[in-house]
């Protein structure tokens, strides 16, 4: 039997990463915020459900953490007693695939190092459909040694598999990347909104720009949505714009910047102050839009 993996965060993502893990034949020990979404992935997967995060570390060599922010990753793997930190097995490592920043990366495997606890950050990319069916992309932070020892976990949930340099470079990898891409969502929803405003066919514009040069992920995954104002969440429009916000704080940092991704990450807070925060980041077609409509009037 495989030993046991510990599992912190069920979401959109974090189920469907476990789901592939299990089906790799892993065991796995899970922890969620909401107890019942726990229950009812064990009920289904199969897996012991823990109290607490700590819980989790006392029964598993290796720990995945999969929540949405810096302070959440702090507060369940170094917060109070019940934290993960405080069952740490002896040679543990800590696993966040989390998207949370290099700084706050850097912080909290500086504090599990003193309580002698590797940490790795592994970050991914690939949204929902991608974690369903294991071929994500992740970009991992750490030691050498460490990423072997997380690789068999790695392969499990993702297809393209790449240790990106010391801790906290995954976080930067996947920053850039997210960057990029809800960049050209914007400009996807520009084009869309130029095209019907011409008078265009829209399908025979998609057609053209998805043969040439004007071809991209975002233009595949996200013009269908876009014209039919379907924002079913792959990933969260919120979940973007706190990732365009922390790439900015390290251009900032490098003493660079990024005009595109400033007004990248202004759109998508329109679009998150007028409601779409829980919608798929599509949604910033609706702040283009309103853009574009107040320079009309």
Known sequence: MADRVGFIGLGIM????????????????????????????????GGVVADRPRDVAEQCDRVITMVVDGPQVEHVLLGDDSA????????????????????????IGSRLAERSVSFMDAPVTGSSPKAEDGTLTIMAGGEPGDFERARPLFE??????????????????????????????????????????????????????????GGSAMLDLKEGPMRERDYTTLFKLA???????????????????????????????????????????????????????????
Not at 14 to 39: D, H, I, K, P
Not at 164 to 189: D, E, H, M, W
Not at 242 to 260: N, P, S
Request: net charge negative.
């Open 14 to 45: 974090g189920s469907r990463m476990s789901a592939n893990l299990r089906r790799a034949g892993f065991e796995l020990v899970v922890w969620n915020r909401t107890a019942a979404r726990a229950e009812a992935w064990a009920a289904e997967h």
């Open 84 to 107: 993960a930190v405080n069952g740490a097995r002896q040679g543990a490592l800590f696993i966040d695939m989390s998207t949370i920043g290099p700084a706050a990366t850097e912080r």
């Open 156 to 213: 499990a949930m993702g297809e393209l598999i790449l240790h990106v340099g010391a801790l906290g470079s995954g976080q930067v990898v996947k920053l850039i990347n997210n960057t990029v891409a809800a960049t050209n969502a914007a400009v996807v929803a520009e084009a869309l909104l130029l095209g019907n405003g011409t008078g265009v066919d829209l399908d025979k514009l998609v057609a053209v720009m998805k043969a040439g040069s």
């Open 239 to 297: 979940h973007m714009l706190k990732d365009v916000r922390l790439c900015l704080d390290e251009a900032g940092g490098a003493g660079q910047t990024m005009k595109f991704g400033e007004l990248t990450a202004k759109l998508l807070a329109e679009a998150d102050a007028a409601g779409y925060g829980e919608a798929d980041f599509a949604a910033v077609i609706e702040a283009v839009s309103e853009a574009e409509g107040a320079r009309d009037r």
